[in-house]
C-alpha cells in the first residue's frame, strides 16, 4: 500500500501553515512551523507570487494532506463527489469527513489521523459489531464505532483520550465515552466541516 513516508512537519512548513499531522506535538513550541515558518529547501525563504493555478494547486495538496489521502486516491474522491447532487467543494469535503480513519480522530480515540491508521489496520475498531482494519471505509450515518475491548487500555488509545479533552467531538458524531463507543448522527453539514481549505479552488484545478 503507497503512503507518505517522508517527515511530515516539511508538508507544514510547504503550505505555510499548521496541519496538526503530528497531534499534540503541533500545539508546542516543537512544532516546526513556529520554528521555521517558510517552506523546506534551500530556496524555501524566497518571496514569489503563486499564479493562478499555483494558487489551486497549494489549496488540493492542503486538503490531502490534512486528510492523508494521496493523489490517486483523491482524485477518486473528486469524481465521486461530482457525481453526487449538490455543491461538488462540499460533497468531497463530506466524503473524507466520512472516513473511519477522520472519524476515529474526529472522536478523540487517535492524537491524529495518521495514528488513527494505524490503530484501524491493526484491527483496534469496530464497526457496527464487526471488526475493520481498512481506515477507507466510509461511514453512514445510524452506523457505530468502538474500539475493541482489548484495546481500551491501549496507551495510544488512553493518552489520545486524554489529549483530545481540549477538543470538542463534532455535533455530528455523537460520544459515549464510558463505553469507549460513538455514533454518526448525521453526515457533517457545511459548518461542521470547517477545514482551512478553500475547496472551490480544488474545483477549479480539477474542472480544467
Not at 116 to 143: C, E, Q
Amino acid at each position: 500500500m503507497a503512503r507518505y513516508t517522508n517527515p511530515v512537519c516539511k508538508l507544514c512548513r510547504r503550505e505555510g501553515m499548521k496541519l496538526f499531522l503530528k497531534g499534540d506535538r503541533c500545539f508546542t513550541v516543537k512544532c516546526a512551523v513556529e520554528k521555521r515558518n517558510y517552506p523546506p529547501g534551500e530556496h524555501g525563504q524566497r518571496r514569489s507570487k503563486p499564479s493562478e493555478y499555483g494558487l489551486q494547486l497549494r489549496e488540493k495538496q492542503k486538503m490531502k494532506r490534512i486528510y492523508g489521502v494521496l493523489e490517486a486516491q483523491f482524485r477518486t474522491y473528486f469524481e465521486m463527489a461530482a457525481r453526487q447532487k449538490g455543491v461538488t467543494g462540499e460533497n468531497l469535503v463530506r466524503l473524507l469527513e466520512q472516513r473511519l480513519d477522520n472519524i476515529v480522530h474526529r472522536l478523540g480515540f487517535s492524537a491524529s489521523r495518521a495514528q488513527a491508521r494505524v490503530l484501524v489496520r491493526h484491527g483496534h475498531f469496530r464497526v457496527n459489531g464487526r471488526r475493520v482494519t481498512i481506515p477507507s471505509v466510509m461511514l453512514k450515518a445510524g452506523d457505530v464505532v468502538e474500539v475493541q475491548p482489548k484495546s481500551r487500555e491501549l496507551t495510544e488509545i488512553v493518552g489520545a483520550i486524554e489529549g483530545a479533552k481540549k477538543r470538542r467531538v463534532p455535533a455530528w458524531l455523537e460520544m459515549d465515552a464510558a463505553n469507549f463507543k460513538a455514533t454518526v448522527r448525521t453526515l457533517p453539514s457545511k459548518e461542521e466541516m470547517a477545514i482551512p481549505v478553500q475547496e472551490q479552488l480544488v474545483v477549479a484545478l480539477y474542472s480544467k
